[in-house]
């Protein structure tokens, strides 16, 4: 799948590896999930529709928006998600960003270019939201806003 990705949006991608793309679009399949590209308008960036076991993507979407948002629905898959709450949403990017980015890739970027979001969505190809969801995420698992260098194994 993702080699149509790339054929359809190889502007758009920036620095988000085909790698990357590769490994959640795999997980799509070992998953039993289609992808879809259709036009949801402006604000709209992707749904996952479960009784379709589908996840649909806006053309309009930047690479990385790509990850982030296909992450974000693989959460919604993941947990079973049948509608948006806040609940729901906030568990679905922390599933998105432990899915994208490990401890030590986050730990080797924020040394790198510090800690600050923006910095490391530039440095890592992803969206700051993904940044933020994953600090929650290894928040909530006992870790520390940042990745102290010394946990990198």
Request: with cysteine; hydrophobic share 40%; glycine share 8%.
């Amino acid at each position: 799948m993702s080699a149509w990705l790339l054929s359809v949006r190889p502007a758009t991608l920036g620095r988000v590896t085909p790698d990357r793309l590769d490994q959640l679009f795999q997980h799509c399949a070992d998953l039993g999930i289609d992808v879809e590209w259709r036009d949801l308008g402006e604000w709209r960036r992707g749904e996952y529709r479960r009784d379709d076991r589908l996840i649909v993507l806006n053309p309009r979407l930047t690479g990385r928006q790509v990850v982030a948002c296909l992450a974000h629905e693989l959460g919604h898959a993941r947990f079973g998600h049948g509608c948006s709450s806040p609940a729901n949403e906030r568990r679905a990017w922390e599933y998105a960003a432990a899915l994208v980015l490990s401890p030590a890739e986050y730990a080797a970027a924020e040394a790198r270019v510090g800690p600050d979001p923006a910095g490391l969505a530039l440095e890592l190809a992803v969206t700051p939201q993904l940044i933020w969801s994953w600090r929650r995420w290894w928040h909530k698992r006992g870790g520390q806003a940042s990745v102290p260098s010394a946990t990198v194994a």
